[in-house]
C-alpha cells in the first residue's frame, strides 16, 4: 500500500435524475433525510434553523443524524453555488460533491479530500467514509430513481452493510 492516497478519495455515480433534483438532494434538510440522514437540521451563521425545504447557502451550518448511530456530525458548508457544486466539512475533512449532466443522467462526483494521516483517520476517516459514502451513493441512486430507501433503520439488526 505504499502509493495508496490516504488523503483523499472520489466516488462517482449516474443518477437518471435532474442535476436540479440532485442538487436538491443534499441542500435541503428534507430531501437528504430521504436517502442520507435520519434528521438533518441546517442554520444560519446567526444560530437560527433553515425550514426543512429551503436550501443552505455558503457559510450557513449544520447538525447530522443517522439511524443506528448514535453520534452527531456537525460542521459547516464551505460551498453552495446552487446549481451544481457543494463544499463542507465533514469528519475532520472535506468533502466536494460536484453536478455535472450527462444525457438524462446527473453524474454525481464526492471527493473527501484534507483526511488526516494518523492512523485513527487512515481507519476511520479514509476507509470508514469511503465505504460509507458508497452506500449512501447507491441509495441515492435507488431512492431518487426507484423510490426505494434501502438503509437499515431497524435497532435490532446493527452492524449491516446499510446502516
Request: with cysteine; proline share 2%.
Amino acid at each position: 500500500m505504499e502509493n495508496f492516497n490516504w488523503t483523499q478519495f472520489t466516488k462517482k455515480i449516474a443518477v437518471k435524475a435532474s442535476i436540479r433534483d440532485m442538487y436538491d438532494a443534499w441542500a435541503m434538510a428534507t430531501n437528504i433525510e430521504k436517502w442520507f440522514l435520519k434528521e438533518g437540521v441546517f442554520f444560519h451563521p446567526n444560530g437560527s434553523k433553515l425550514v426543512k425545504d429551503s436550501p443552505f447557502s455558503k457559510g450557513d451550518g449544520y447538525e447530522w443524524y443517522w439511524f443506528l448511530y448514535d453520534g452527531v456530525e456537525n460542521g459547516e458548508i464551505l460551498d453552495a453555488n446552487g446549481k451544481d457544486f457543494i463544499q463542507f466539512q465533514f469528519a475532520n475533512s472535506i468533502v466536494e460533491v460536484q453536478l455535472t449532466e450527462q444525457d438524462e443522467f446527473t453524474l454525481v462526483s464526492l471527493t473527501q479530500k484534507d483526511i488526516p494521516s494518523d492512523e485513527k483517520s487512515k481507519q476511520d476517516i479514509r476507509l470508514g467514509c469511503e465505504k460509507g459514502w458508497t452506500f449512501y451513493l447507491l441509495n441515492l441512486k435507488t431512492v431518487y430513481e426507484n423510490g426505494v430507501d434501502q438503509r437499515n433503520k431497524d435497532e435490532r439488526l446493527r452492524g449491516m452493510v446499510n446502516n
